[in-house]
């Protein structure tokens, strides 16, 4: 089992929907919880971090069920320069290793 | 102005040959680190170097070997260059934020390396 699962996607929406991507992760010394956002052939940049209460960022909202090891990210009103990957990440500090560990990541394509 | 740049972006290079990459970061980070992103988009961390010490050394042939000469730089050096070590490599850097245990890793913009 891969330590963070995530729907590789594509997600296809028109402009203007909300969306919602889902991940699970399966180590519970996993202490920080992280949303990134990779364009084609560019490097990963951190979109937002997640709160266990929950914590929203303009249109971007993002959650934390740390009970069932799940996190989720909305996008209200979407853009057509949100299209790229979502990446979930997971930071495991497990006998003094902190260490970010990713999700494959979720593509998607927000169209005209 | 970047935060943190690699060199080069792009390596083509025969199977066999020896070969280094370069990352630089000038954010002042205690923690530097080398990801590799294979052909499914998967970014894996390879390794991470803490003030100049190896404190990761994830499950990677012997015939990677990173090098840290000071904190601001972590090079990587690979060794007989197998078919399958095409892939984008990544590096990146972070600062813990002690009041609140957080970090945010900042990548560099990735080494195309393809092995033919």
């Known amino acids: 089992r891969k330590e963070v699962e995530q729907d590789p996607g594509p997600f296809n929406v028109p402009e203007g929907a909300t969306v919602a991507f889902n991940c699970t992760y399966s180590?519970?010394?996993?202490?920080?919880f992280f949303w990134y956002r990779q364009d084609c052939r560019k490097e990963p940049k951190l979109l937002m971090s997640?709160?266990?209460s929950g914590n929203e960022d303009g249109r971007f909202t993002a959650q934390l069920n740390r009970a069932s090891q799940y996190i989720s990210l909305l996008i209200r009103d979407s853009k057509l320069s949100d299209s790229a990957t979502y990446l979930c990440?997971?930071?495991?500090?497990?006998?003094?290793?902190?260490?970010?560990?990713f999700g494959s990541g979720t593509r998607l394509q927000v169209q005209p | 102005d970047t935060a943190v740049s690699q060199t080069p972006k792009y390596l083509v290079t025969q199977m066999g040959n020896d070969k280094s990459i370069k990352c630089e970061q000038n954010l002042g980070h205690d923690t530097m680190y080398w990801y590799k992103q294979d052909s499914k988009k998967f970014l894996k961390i390879m390794f991470s170097y803490n003030n100049k010490e190896l404190i990761i050394n994830e499950t990677v042939p012997n015939r990677f070997s990173p090098k840290s000469p000071d904190k601001a730089h972590l090079n990587l050096h690979i060794n007989s260059l197998e078919l399958g070590d095409s892939a984008v490599y990544f590096c990146?850097?972070?600062?813990?934020?002690?009041?609140?245990?957080?970090?945010?890793?900042?990548f560099g913009p990735g080494t195309r390396l393809l092995v033919l």
């Open positions: 997640v709160y266990s």
């Open positions: 180590n519970s010394a996993s202490q920080s």
């Open positions: 990440v997971v930071n495991i500090r497990d006998m003094g290793r902190r260490a970010l560990t």
């Open positions: 990146a850097s972070s600062q813990v934020l002690r009041n609140i245990g957080e970090e945010t890793q900042y």
